[in-house]
């Protein structure tokens, strides 16, 4: 597909009769030269608008109505965009430290929950964070943070889990079933508790309507804090 949008640009370019310009080669040089890091950040929210199309993608960089792809450099820059694109998608979507979707796609996919589809939530809260990172040092706390990613990793479907806050997760499962999700409840609950779940985390679920999700999360919060209410009167107990 990229090399028949390549082959497609340079003859639309052939037809149109444009030449290359030295003041293009060299923008378009300059911007061979930007880490792609950098380039990520400048069009984050121009890649994610325009996510479902490559020939949207392309548009990005119109100038005037005159397209960019006039020369061979432009034709590597463009080469280089479609390449690294799903690798920039994946950045923007993707928590650094435990691979899981971030907070920017647990609002994106929120944010599309409008219908009357069943859906599960689970909100779990690592305990004990802060005082591991304040007593052991912030290497300790993420080595929790990725322990407890592997256990949910165990649970959940990668798709369907994000880290929306330091210690807080949010597993969101549209179309399940009310029993399905009790079964995954159970089964997450018992890795938890077992003797090699470290670090210990509360948990907590609702179940609804996608339209409802806010509420849904907000219920499954809640519930998480009672649990963890209530294992504090065990302990002590």
């Not at 409008?114 to 591991?132: I, M, P, Q, R």
């Not at 407890?148 to 929306?164: K, P, T």
């Not at 018992?190 to 470290?198: D, F, G, K, M, Q």
Request: some cysteine; overall charge negative; hydrophobic content about 45%.
């Amino acid at each position: 597909r990229i090399i028949a949008e390549l082959i497609r640009a340079s003859y639309m370019l052939k037809l149109q009769g444009k030449m290359a310009i030295t003041a293009n080669s060299v923008f378009m040089w300059h911007l061979l030269r930007m880490p792609m890091g950098f380039f990520a950040q400048r069009y984050e929210s121009d890649l994610i608008s325009r996510k479902n199309s490559l020939e949207q993608i392309s548009s990005i960089f119109i100038v005037q109505g005159v397209p960019l792809l006039l020369d061979l450099c432009s034709m590597v820059f463009y080469l280089i965009l479609m390449l690294s694109y799903s690798n920039i998608q994946e950045q923007v979507f993707t928590d650094a430290l435990t691979g899981l979707n971030n907070r920017r796609a647990f609002e994106e996919t929120k944010a599309s929950m409008t219908t009357g589809e069943s859906l599960g939530v689970v909100f779990a809260d690592l305990n004990n964070l802060k005082y591991t990172n304040d007593t052991y040092g912030h290497l300790a706390g993420d080595d929790l943070i990725c322990n407890f990613s592997d256990i949910i990793l165990m649970c959940f479907r990668h798709e369907e889990i994000f880290r929306i806050g330091g210690d807080e997760f949010v597993v969101l499962m549209p179309g399940i079933s009310q029993n399905a999700l009790r079964s995954h409840m159970r089964d997450f609950r018992r890795r938890l508790t077992s003797p090699h779940a470290i670090p210990v985390a509360s948990v907590g679920c609702a179940y609804g309507c996608c339209f409802q999700v806010d509420d849904l999360i907000a219920e499954a919060e809640k519930d998480a804090a009672v649990q963890h209410a209530e294992a504090e009167i065990v302990d002590l107990a």
